[in-house]
């Protein structure tokens, strides 16, 4: 039996990209089902979810419909002890709830002035004061987290949780903008955005193109690069 993942789309759509990690990064059996985000068809091709009406949405193998990223990443959680979504240590489950709900609620700056996309690296982004604080509050809780986990490279709590799948696009819009953060935070960024789970992501996101580009920005661009 295998869930089945709403997604609206792979080369922009951040949320859609955290339902999908959730599943795949964790081994959980899933169905992939796409709406069409950009083509006016979401809202007619959701109706049988309703009220869930954003992708992500998630329908459990038995017929339940969770929306919101959170409540899927909780709901999973619950269900799937043994697929550790969460750090098993108490303070640091705690703290990677944190950052989680801080991103989902938080960081307007960076996502409304750095849309994701997975597509080209912008040259010459010019980084507002918002963007900017919002770097900083991202960076100060990398830190808070590596302080309760005493990890100080690598994923944020040892293992590969929760927290990795709430901030890969987060790594994709610094890397994708150029933005201004540390080296240790761009090493976390590479970490997050080289993992093969992403990269096949990617890759089926290049089979899709749209005419005009979402999300456009008149600035020079090459091709997406880690380096
Ligand atoms: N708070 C929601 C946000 C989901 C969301 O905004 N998804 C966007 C796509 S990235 C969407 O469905 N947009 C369609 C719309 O706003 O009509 C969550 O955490 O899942």
């Given at each position: 039996m295998a869930y089945e993942i709403y997604i609206g789309d792979?080369?922009?759509s951040s949320w859609s990209l955290r339902g999908w990690l959730m599943l795949e990064k964790f081994s959980l059996p899933h169905n992939v089902h796409m709406v069409g985000l950009y083509s006016g068809t979401m809202a007619q091709e959701m109706a049988h979810l309703a009220?869930?009406?954003?992708?992500?949405a998630l329908r459990t193998p038995e017929g339940m419909v969770v929306g919101e990223s959170l409540a899927i990443a909780e709901t999973l959680a619950e269900r799937h002890p043994?697929?550790?979504?969460?750090?098993?240590?108490p303070a640091q489950r705690a703290a990677a709830r944190w950052l989680a709900a801080e991103m989902v609620a938080g960081f307007s700056s960076l996502r409304g002035e750095c849309p994701m996309q997975l597509g080209h690296i912008y040259e010459g982004f010019e980084v507002s004061r918002g963007v900017k604080a919002d770097l900083e509050r991202i960076e100060a809780l990398f830190a808070h987290a590596r302080k309760v986990s005493?990890?100080?490279?690598?994923y944020l709590f040892g293992d590969y949780s929760l927290a990795e799948v709430f901030y890969t696009p987060v790594a994709a819009r610094i890397m994708g903008y150029g933005l201004p953060v540390s080296e240790e935070t761009r090493a976390y960024c590479k970490l997050l955005l080289s993992d093969p789970a992403v990269l096949k992501w990617q890759a089926l996101a290049h089979q899709v193109s749209y005419?005009?580009?979402?999300?456009?920005?008149?600035l020079p661009k090459r091709p997406w690069s880690l380096d």
């Open positions: 792979r080369m922009y009220p869930a009406r954003l992708v992500p043994e697929a550790k979504l969460w750090p098993s240590d005493g990890r100080s490279s690598g005419d005009p580009e979402p999300y456009a920005m008149d």
